[in-house]
């Protein structure tokens, strides 16, 4: 089984500044993928950013980067230029790679406040 | 094109009534996934569908909790004899069929039990 870990349950940030997620996670398998989304409040899930595990290049959204550490199983994001509109809840989420159709494993999510 | 969208929004329900929550994915897309968000928690899986085909129920709670996609579009969740432990937010994803496809999520519906 999966498991995902999110260790900071609230973070905040001031308006323009840069901030750093954190994820862990724990598999024995070797091919994933990893993604963030975001739950602005009673607003639905979108995806922020995925990465394919077999890629070593850290993958990149505009002001969204991650940097994934497959040995460490480490999955951070950064948010650059931090906007009042990135306050939400952030959730770092596993998918196994075998076949199609397999259930996402969430981590317990990030409370990110923007402040002015 | 439209996303995935779900009804009700809101559902209060008195302990032991039924429910039902409806989930119309993205037009095409042919797996659905069904979750149970509880407050202040990350989204857990409850059951997948491939076109019709209920593939994967592992994550059903109890067999209260019933899920179909009888023509491979719409998919409705049942809850039966409902209980205040259900109270959560039930969200609703689709994705094409490719391995590792991204999952669109609907705005989900928050459940009441009182």
């Known amino acids: 089984a999966q498991t995902v870990t999110q260790s900071q349950p609230e973070m905040s940030v001031q308006e323009a500044e840069t901030v750093t997620l954190s994820c862990t996670y724990d598999?024995?398998?070797?091919?994933?993928?990893l993604f963030w989304y975001k739950q602005p409040p009673s607003r639905q899930m979108i995806l922020v950013i995925r990465?394919?595990?077999?890629?070593?290049q850290n993958a990149t959204e505009n002001r969204f980067s991650v940097n994934f550490q497959k040995a460490a199983k480490s999955f951070s994001l950064k948010i650059s230029d931090s906007q009042l509109g990135d306050t939400a809840m952030y959730f770092c989420?596993?998918?196994?790679?075998?076949?199609?159709?397999?259930?996402?494993?969430f981590g317990g999510g990030t409370r990110l406040m923007v402040k002015p | 094109g439209a996303g995935v969208s779900q009804s009700p929004r809101y559902k209060v329900a008195k302990r032991g009534q039924d429910v039902a929550l409806r989930c119309d994915p993205i037009?095409?897309?042919?797996?659905l996934f069904w979750y149970q968000q509880a407050l202040g928690q990350g989204p857990e899986f409850l059951t997948y569908?491939?076109?019709?085909?209920?593939?994967?129920k592992s994550g059903l709670p109890s067999d209260r909790f019933f899920a179909e996609r009888p023509e491979g579009s719409v998919s409705t969740l049942k809850i039966q004899r409902t209980q205040q432990e259900d109270s959560a937010v039930y969200l609703c994803?689709?994705?094409?069929?490719?391995?590792?496809?991204?999952?669109?999520f609907g705005p989900g519906t928050r459940l009441t039990v009182l």
């Open positions: 994803a689709s994705s094409r069929r490719q391995r590792g496809d991204t999952q669109y």
């Open positions: 598999t024995s398998e070797s091919n994933y993928y």
């Open positions: 990465q394919e595990a077999y890629k070593q």
């Open positions: 989420a596993f998918m196994i790679y075998n076949n199609a159709g397999n259930m996402l494993t």
């Open positions: 037009s095409g897309h042919v797996s």
């Open positions: 569908f491939q076109n019709e085909a209920q593939l994967d």
